[in-house]
């Protein structure tokens, strides 16, 4: 367990030295830390649950800024509407129409088969309230694109990220999923009542 781990050199970087010494100065009083490390590879989609609290979202964005990665994600497109669109933009943001989502996977294997270098954060939930199964969206990117997935757990219960090792998918989605959704458990959530 640490602040942060080594970060290897073929992940995508952000390159603020400001923004990276107050996300661990706020990491640092907060009193969270990382289990694990992030795997050395250029691409992946990281997964990251349970979801069920709008904390999720800055504390997801704490640990990237004090990783100093540059992870991209997607969010409901009404969230990069002015005056704070931008904002969402810089930290990585792609917005997405919930009404009408345009081949949301395929436009997402595109981005990952146009980078060099990309980490795709998603949350399999897809959102905050409790849903009965998980979307699966963010599986079969992985799939499509070739990728491996890493779970990432936000341990509410004891201020922990815990980062597991990559995951390769085999194309039996329904195998798949189960044995990732083995990696989180409700009582590590911010509302368990919510996973």
Known sequence: MSLTPPVGDLLPRRGNLVSTAIARLVMLA?????????PNLEQF??????HTSNWDF???????????????????????NAPFGFVFRWMGGVPVDRQSPHNVVEQT????????????????????????RWRTGFYWVAVGAGVPIV???FDFSR??????????????????????????????ACKPERY
Request: aromatic share 10%.
């Open 151 to 153: 779970p990432v757990t």
């Open 109 to 132: 294997i595109g981005y990952l088969r146009e980078r060099d270098r990309m980490i795709l954060a998603l949350s399999p939930e897809g959102t905050r309230k409790k849903v009965p």
């Open 45 to 50: 989609v990281l997964i990251v649950a349970p």
């Open 159 to 188: 201020k922990r990220y815990i980062i597991h090792p990559p995951q390769m998918m085999t194309g039996n989605a329904e195998q798949d999923i189960a044995h990732l959704q083995t990696f989180f458990r409700a009582d590590q």
């Open 30 to 38: 907060s009193g969270w830390r990382f289990e694990g490390a992030l």
């Open 58 to 80: 800055p504390i997801g964005i704490m640990a990237m800024f004090a990783l100093d990665l540059r992870a991209t994600f997607l969010g409901k497109d009404t969230l990069f």
